[in-house]
Structure formats: structure tokens, C-alpha cells
């Protein structure tokens, strides 16, 4: 069951509460400096790829990172967490998610919000290695969202060297975060999901324009639009909606079998309440501080570290001693 550790309250530095300054100061001014990473790739099931890059100490534990959507292994939020876990003792394995690796992959789909397999297959490569005996696992935004698909889908039958799950700024139910996303105040950010996944699209449609095209994007609006053209026929799913509904983290976290820990910002601008699960179940709980933004929880101290970034180290450095 999740054990009852000691959690420190979040309080944000002073004039930095507020949720749009969390989301985007760090974006804007943050950098963090790590040891290069040694990038490996992991041959999937269906005879895709995924790139995972690595930090080794040779530590008897490995974290495994997943980042959020239109990001990868060098965004601010995944290097500030590699930094933190890797001085506390953990090997760090972050993967990007196909696509997100700067090289395309070699089939027409790409990794979203209901892509555990994905994650599956990083667990087993890194289980493979025969290296590590306790697994923790951390995930942002729709990263986070895939880490507890994750862990309810296995449920008891997950892997035993999977020790627990820390994640952050989670869109659990994916109709109410594409609800939040869309509402004018967050316009701009919705506009920039938008210029980096057509980016991508484009990129797809050159090599696979069988299956991609990029005719009426400048049409598509919203992630209503996104996931109906493109993710959900896809992937299998007859629409958006269905897609959302059996993607959505909410509808498993009553399977989860180890300890995971949700952690999201009240003024977090991408969620709305049905993305806060306030029904704890005997595995998991919910911390939902006054602030903290999105992917933000800005802090300044000695050790450089975000709140964010100390509560994970707490965590999973306690479920791992059991």
C-alpha cells in the first residue's frame, strides 16, 4: 500500500504564485546543466523504435522519465528531474517518445496519451539489462498520464523491480484537459501545441503520404480537431472522444497495485476538476497544492532543485528502501 511519507508543503517564491508565471518562467529562463546522456534505442513490438537516453552511475536503481507532449529527453522539467534523482542515487533512463527523438520513425503512427506498451517496452529493455532491482518510474503532463496507464493496465502483474511512480501536472481525464487547453486564456499555448504538432505532421506526410496529410490543418482548431483527424483514426479509436475516454488515466487507478503519487497544481491552466481524482485508492493519492502551475513548482535554493524535483527524490527513495 502507499506509505505515508512526509510531505512538505509547496510554497511558491514570492510574486511567482501565480499559475501562467509557473508554466512559463522556467520554460523561458531555466537551464540545467547535466553529464551528456548516452543515447540507446529500444526496438518496440511492432518493429518500431524508441530512443532512450541515459545517465549511469552505476546505481542499483533506475528512474525512467517521461516527458510531456511536444517534448523530449532535453526539456528543462526532465534534465532539472535527471539532476535531482542522479545525485540522489538513481540511474536515470529518460525515453522520447516516438518521433521525439530528432528521427522519425519507421511506422505512420506516433506515441499518445494510451501509449503504455510504449512504456512497457522501456521497462522491459531496462530489465533486460539485469543491472537494476528497483525500477521508479516519474512522468509529466501527458507523460505522467501514460506512467499511471501504465501502472493500472498492469496492475499486480507489473513487474516486480516497479517500486513506484511519481507524477506531475497529470491531464488524467483527457476531455477535461482538452477542455482546459481551449479556453481563450490559453490561446497561445494552445497555438503552440498546435505550430509544433503541425510541424511534425508535415514531417510525416513527407515520408509516409500515404497516411499523412497535411490539406485543412490550418482548419483544425483545437485538440478536438487534432485527435479526430489524426491521432484517433490512427491509433485504432473511431473518435476523439472515444479515444479520450479509453486513454484517460482516471478510468484505471483503481487497478494500480504500487505506490503513485499525482501530483497537480490547483492553478495548473491545462486541467479542469475532473483531473483531479479526489478518491484516493489504497495505492495511490493525490497532492494538489494551491500553486505550482504547469510542469512549474519553482523553487530557489542551494541545490537547485525544484519542489517538484525534492518530493520526487523523497518518494521514490522511500518505496525503494521496502
Known sequence: ??????????????????????????????????????????????????????????????????????????RWYVKGMARALFASGWDIAAWNFRGCGGTLNDRPIFTHSGSSGDLDAVVQAVRATGRYARIGLVGFSMGGNITLLYLGRAGAALPPEVCGAVTFSVPCDLAGAAQAISRPVNKPYLKRFLIQLRDHIAAMAEKFPDSFSLDGYDAIHDFAGFDGRYTAPLHGFPSAEEYWARSSATTVLHAIRRPAWIVNARNDPFLTASCFPETETPWTRLIAPDSGGHCGFIAFNRARRYWSESFACLALDYVARD
Open 1 to 74: 500500500m502507499l506509505p505515508e511519507i512526509p510531505i512538505p508543503p509547496y510554497t511558491p517564491p514570492l510574486l511567482l504564485g501565480n499559475g501562467h508565471v509557473q508554466s512559463v518562467l522556467p520554460t523561458l529562463f531555466r537551464r540545467v546543466s547535466l553529464p551528456p546522456y548516452t543515447r540507446e534505442r529500444v526496438t518496440l513490438p511492432d518493429g518500431d523504435f524508441l530512443d532512450v537516453d541515459w545517465l549511469r552511475g552505476g546505481y542499483p536503481r533506475v528512474a525512467i522519465i517521461a516527458h510531456g507532449l511536444g517534448g523530449h529527453s532535453d
